[in-house]
């Protein structure tokens, strides 16, 4: 039955995000296990890693929320379901989730959607847009935190015919590990970011959006200054701004303002992100809204680095608090700042413990094997 499997993933862009590497990692799966791999997007950072050898990249403009090109793109579909002959087509994102409905229904093939964010609504109409990922004859669900979302907010559109479940989303535990870092190529990174002494370093990783917290950590690190008395540590804010320049420029006025220039250094991205935790000590999460899974920690984790995340979202699921990380209280400076007030001060025997009970739990919960193997799994069954 294997061999017949097609799966035709559509996602708007394939880049860097959760829901982008993990559609990557299906893709790459589904060869090796005898099936035929097609992905639908519009571009991105990761096009250029993709096997085409394994898996068929199509580029259509499904980034789009324009009533008409969902049309265009739903016809474009069912001449590419129907050539290509594709058994199950997997949507990862509304716009194209409403193209993909409507191919599949008028192909009779099977629809999956993976349910990745909250997609914040206000009124009927934005409801009904976000519904489409409930629409599907498979829902996942990437955590038990947007599991019980859905089942909150989207409860009249789920019936006994449809398949609701979770699957954990899963990082690569093999490049997410410390021991296969140069420590040349640390040398090389500290000097780029412009880190000369030996002073531990706090890095916060995440696009640069009011909603990841970048304010709050800021505060934070100017509370835990003034409790220490001095410049203890550095801290290194890594994101991009993704043009949201005014929100940068608020964040650079709030580091001159509590005189932390000297301190905190931004930096734009980083190639090797598993280097950039690996030259870190602590890492930080400071979301103020609830992320869906929070790949910072798990990743933070896998490297056997010391996480500190808001205790709200998935951080709740894949930190085990006070055993492989920290949760300190969601949208308070203060008690993120003694967090990392704690963090600094731990002995190296208890920081390496945690660090090595957190890879445990990554390997064990979320890896991107099992990811996939679930994944795949389910696809066997909807086709069963």
Known sequence: MSSNIK??????????????????????????????????????????????????????????????????????????????????????????????????????RK??????????????????YNSVMVRSDLIIAGSNFIFSHIKENYSEFLTSQKKFLVIFRGI?????DSSTKLENDE????QKWNIHDEKKIILMPGRLTSWKGQELFIEAINLAKIELGYEAFHAVILGNDQGRELYKKKLIRLTEQYRLTNQIKFIDHCEDMALA????????????????????????????????????????????????????????????????????????TSINLMGKKGRDNIIKKFNVEKMCFSTYSEYKRLLN
């Open 277 to 348: 935790y690996k030259v870190s000590d602590i890492i930080v999460s400071a979301s103020i809204e609830p992320e869906a899974f929070g790949r910072v920690a798990v990743e933070a984790q896998s490297m056997e680095k010391l996480i500190i995340a808001s205790n709200i979202g998935g951080s709740n699921e894949t930190i085990n608090d006070e055993k492989t990380g920290f949760l300190f209280k969601s949208g308070d400076a203060v008690s993120l700042s003694k967090k990392i007030i704690r963090g600094l001060t731990m002995d190296e």
């Open 7 to 108: 799966v035709l993933q559509v996602i708007p862009k394939l880049g860097y995000g959760g829901a982008e590497t993990g559609c990557y990692d299906i893709a790459h799966y589904l060869p090796e296990n005898g099936c035929e791999s097609f992905i639908v997007t519009s571009g991105g950072e990761l096009t250029k890693f993709v096997d085409k050898k394994k898996v068929k990249l199509i580029k259509l403009p499904v980034h789009s929320k324009n009533p008409l090109l969902i049309l265009i793109n739903t016809i474009l579909l069912i001449g590419i379901i129907l050539f290509f002959k594709i058994s199950i087509v997997h949507a990862r994102s509304r716009a194209p989730a409403w193209s993909c409905l409507f191919a599949t229904k008028l192909t009779n």
């Open 172 to 176: 690569n535990v093999d490049y997410f």
């Open 187 to 190: 040398k090389n990174l500290l």
């Open 111 to 128: 629809f999956v959607t993976t349910f990745h964010g909250t997609y914040n609504f206000s009124g009927k109409f934005k409801k009904f």
